[in-house]
């Protein structure tokens, strides 16, 4: 009884914690862009003195280049990652970078700035920082990541990305760790009540 109660927790857990967006490589310690399309993109383990924030290695964009993801995603699943934009360049040359969101058919779903040459002041960084994005919709197509010259084509802004992975949704957090909670508590009291299985 106590085995097939546990089994029926730990699928549900296994259940709710499914998810349709899934990253590999996301981190780019195969060293190398392997499952990521991609321009004017290496990867390395130290750029400016910056060193990767998962592992050894991240992805460093260059000025005009990117990099491409095909996922499919549910609504309410949430994408994390690692970036830093470092420019070489002044205003009024206002490189860009950016995460941007297309289905399919190629409509953008969300073209999101990450930092600018405006925000970082001239030959500035962000440093690195933590970005996550919530799909609002079930859907399918590109996760791309990138960084773009303005002005002219002259000097170049960077974009370092590393760890990119799923978050995993607050609610479903919780409700593990309800489980969790239970399972352990039960384990004390080792009676099962019924009200536990119709969660
Ligand atoms: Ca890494
Ligand atoms: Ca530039």
């Known amino acids: 009884m106590k085995k097939i109660i546990y089994a029926g927790l730990f699928s549900l857990l296994a259940s709710t914690s499914a998810s349709a967006l899934t990253i590999t490589n ?16 290496t990867v390395t383990t130290i750029d400016a003195g910056y060193a990767a924030t998962d592992g050894s290695y991240f ?21 994390s990652f690692d970036w830093n934009f470092n420019t070489t360049d002044y205003m009024p040359f206002n490189d860009y970078s950016f995460l941007k969101i297309t289905d399919i058919l190629g409509n953008v779903i969300d073209d999101i700035t990450l930092a600018d040459v405006s925000s970082v002041g001239n030959y500035g960084a962000t440093d690195w920082q933590n970005y996550v994005y919530t799909f609002a919709e079930t859907g ?5 990541f990138g960084v773009a010259n303005a002005g002219d084509n002259y000097v170049n802004s960077y974009l370092y990305v590393d760890n990119v992975s799923v978050a995993a949704p607050a609610s479903l957090t919780l409700l593990g760790l ?9 384990r004390r009291k080792v009676r099962f009540t019924p009200i536990v299985l119709n969660i």
């Open 26 to 41: 996301g981190s780019f310690e195969t060293g190398d862009l392997a499952t990521w399309a991609n321009s004017n993109t």
């Open 59 to 79: 992805a460093k964009i260059t000025s005009n280049g990117l990099i491409l993801n095909s996922q499919i995603w549910d609504e309410g699943e949430k994408l």
């Open 140 to 144: 399918s197509g590109l996760i791309s």
């Open 178 to 186: 309800a489980l969790f909670g239970f399972a352990f508590s039960s």
